[in-house]
């Protein structure tokens, strides 16, 4: 029996591996779901049948219960509600971390880790370590979801000496792990739970709405960890690999969209930017004035174009437009006008999902380019249609060495012909700096909620 686990486990395993593979391009990303869902059935069966389970009442009523909340939930949710999902997903792997650890800590004999006061001291360590990942990750993901849903402002809290102190918690944190496994007191356990929660907290509200994509990226790293402890716990060699590849692949990914915004992963945990601003700047700012035009007006430009190049950001998601924008395109390639659409690695609030969103709207994956692979093409463009989008179009990122985005690499949309900019204000993005693209002579500000202004330009075209 013990083999043929191993052997379900093995494959549930290559199962999430293939999952990885497929989601890393949006045309195989429907079979890695696949995949990773086949992977994750396999695992659950295989563990149902586990000699050392004693009831299956409370397992199916959990399955049950989960499983008809996850359904709803998935049902329900909006697509820009995703990346506040995922934070509170985090935030309940992390919850179970603790929870598992505390059980095995209470009653080591149901998890063959010896008896109480008994337990060896590598298990100790990895309860320990569990214990305070879970904590982070709870907390940190309750607070990534509240500044994403906007029941917290998006705006950095910080207070004198954070880092100081948050470096201290940590220390601490490790200090109290070591006499944990001296002690294997109850106190001291707790003490671990509560410190890494306070913890958890202080590293995610100094962090600003700019820099949340990273941050709900690298807590999907810490619920990987917490779940790789959880198998330790457990002696469960394939919750330690799914954990592991979690964790790895959310740190990888952090780094990418790190990368992305020419920022390392130190200085966004220090505190990034992302104040988010209160108020629109004005139309007319000093000697700068924004040409406002008309849905009529971007119609004309457009259908006498040979090329545009289109560019979705959060506003789009916000107002649902994916669907009127690939309308928009299928006239103006009726038309005979090559278009194309432009991703930058950080656009929205979470890593894809541009993609996700122009996915739905069946938008053909050839026509979507990453960003390095498309920048040279604004030269020859005779439109670049901004819908949404701000801070990863701000030339400032380029020109600007005092901008808190400043060697940040932004698509170059100031280089086509004509920059129609669709947004609602004139206001700042999520980084709260003034965007200078607005004002300059190629640019036409299409002010307007993005989907009644794509349908009134359809409108015109037609």
């Known amino acids: 029996m013990d083999g043929l686990t191993g052997l379900a486990y093995l494959v549930a395993a290559i199962c999430f591996i293939m999952a990885l593979r497929g989601l890393s391009h949006p ?32 397992i199916i009523a959990g399955i049950a219960i989960g499983g008809g909340i996850g359904a709803l939930i998935a049902k329900r949710i909006e697509m ?10 985090h935030s309940l792997v992390g919850l179970a971390a603790v929870f598992v650890a505390g059980s095995a ?17 590598a298990s100790l360590i990895e309860m320990g370590l569990g214990a ?26 910080k207070f004198p000496s954070q880092n100081q102190i948050n470096l201290l918690l940590g220390i601490l944190v490790f200090a109290l792990i070591f006499l944990f496994t001296v002690t294997q007191s109850p106190l001291v356990f707790w003490g671990i739970v509560g410190v890494a929660l306070l913890l958890g907290i202080l590293l995610i509200i100094p962090i600003g709405g700019a820099d949340m994509p990273v941050i709900v990226s690298m807590l999907n790293s810490y619920s990987g960890w917490a779940a790789a402890g959880i198998g330790f716990t457990l002696h469960n060699p394939l919750l330690i690999i799914t954990g592991a590849l979690v964790g790895a692949s959310g740190a990888i990914l952090s780094y990418i969209m790190c990368k992305g915004m020419n920022r390392s992963f130190l200085s966004v945990i220090l505190g990034g930017f992302g104040a988010e601003s209160a108020s629109g700047a004005a139309e007319d700012m000093g000697d700068r004035i924004a040409k406002i035009g008309a849905a009529e007006d971007a119609a004309y430009i457009m259908k006498n174009a040979s090329k545009v190049i289109i560019v979705p950001g959060y506003g789009m998601a916000v107002a649902q ?31 894809g999902h541009m993609n996700v969103l122009l996915a739905e709207a069946n938008v053909p994956y050839d026509e979507v380019f990453e960003q390095e692979d498309i ?9 670049a249609y901004v819908i949404g989008a701000n801070d990863i179009t701000n030339p400032a990122a380029k020109k600007d060495a005092s901008s808190p985005i400043y060697g940040m690499p932004i698509l170059d949309v100031e280089n086509a012909k004509t920059v129609l900019f669709v947004k609602r204000s004139m206001g700042s993005g999520y980084a709260g700096i003034d965007n200078p693209l607005f004002y300059q002579d190629n640019t036409m500000m299409l002010l307007g909620d993005a989907k009644k202004m794509t349908e009134e330009i359809i409108k015109a075209m037609e």
């Open 132 to 157: 305070a990942i879970g904590a982070i990750t709870f907390t940190g993901s309750i607070i990534a979801w509240g500044k994403l849903q906007g029941t917290i402002s998006g705006k950095p809290i």
């Open 80 to 89: 820009t509600a995703l990346p506040q999902l995922m934070a509170a997903f």
């Open 375 to 383: 920048n040279r093409d604004f030269a020859q463009a005779d439109v």
């Open 27 to 58: 045309e195989t990303a429907r079979s890695g779901l696949m995949f990773g869902m086949g992977g994750m059935a396999l695992a659950i069966v295989t563990t149902l049948f586990s000699p050392v389970i004693g009831s299956y009442l409370p």
């Open 321 to 351: 437009a994916q669907h009127a924008l690939r309308e928009m395109a299928d006239i103006l390639k009726h038309n005979g006008v090559d278009v194309k659409y432009a991703i930058h690695p950080v656009a929205g609030r979470m890593p």
């Open 105 to 121: 800590f209470y009653d080591p004999e149901a998890f063959a880790l010896g008896l109480p006061g008994q337990i060896k001291t």
